[in-house]
């Protein structure tokens, strides 16, 4: 196991498309849930302990070599709205171009032969940090990672937040990023059965409508 390998994974620099999208940040901001940093902390933690704790159990699960593809309809039965699925499917797409050009493997080949549209994509990130030699844990961490710091990067940008004061968010939820991909490496450990399927409906809920804006900063 190599420890550059995560901090290259998890580095928001890896061209993996996540800078595009705002994790439901965007419309949080237009509906006034998010207008500071302690709104911004707050929105951060309810994501990262509800769909982030389900993506860092499936990419945890495909860290630990559970059947990808099972976990690729695992994902789908865990992710109602439409346009988080189509979104999910396209970054996995395109951390799949990344990761097969840095780390090639069979597996990757494998999982983009079968889903050449794009797996989800805490899926392809867990099978990415298998074929970087990285374990479950780690594989939790950047997907739980992931979960928080794409909406406080985009918060910077749409409310001209202090990027200080969104880093210090970040800083803030350490021990429960450490809690989330904990347990996330646990339950892969008993299972497709086991993962978690936790939900927040207000997320799928603005998924849609941010997908119909005419205009937004935004992907998703």
């Known amino acids: 196991m190599s420890r550059a390998a995560l901090l290259v994974l998890a580095d928001g620099r890896f061209p993996a498309g996540g800078h595009a999208h705002s994790g439901g940040a965007e419309a949080a901001v237009k509906a006034g849930r998010i207008h500071d940093a302690t709104s911004l902390a707050a929105f951060c ?23 990808p593809l099972a976990l690729d309809e695992a994902a789908d039965a865990r992710t109602p709205s439409p ?9 996995g797409r395109q951390l799949m171009r990344a990761a097969r050009a840095t780390w090639p493997g069979e597996e990757l080949d494998a999982l983009a032969a079968a889903r ?18 990285l374990t479950p844990e780690d594989a939790g961490h950047c997907a739980a990672y992931e979960t928080v710091s794409g909406p406080a990067t985009a918060v910077v940008r749409l409310l001209s937040l202090d990027p200080f004061q969104a880093t210090a968010v970040l800083a803030r939820l350490a021990p429960e990023l450490d809690q989330v ?13 086991a993962l978690p399927a936790a939900s927040a409906p207000l997320l799928d809920i603005t998924a849609e409508a941010h997908a119909a804006w005419p205009v937004r900063l935004f992907a998703s």
């Open 83 to 91: 346009a988080l699925r189509a979104t999910a499917r396209k970054l």
């Open 181 to 193: 991909a904990e347990r996330a490496a646990r339950a892969a450990y008993d299972g497709i059965d």
């Open 45 to 67: 933690r309810g994501r990262l302990h509800t769909t982030g704790l389900t993506a860092a159990a499936l990419a945890a699960a495909a860290a630990h070599g559970i059947d």
């Open 116 to 133: 050449p549209r794009g797996a989800h994509q805490p899926v392809v990130l867990g099978l990415t940090a298998r074929t970087a030699g």
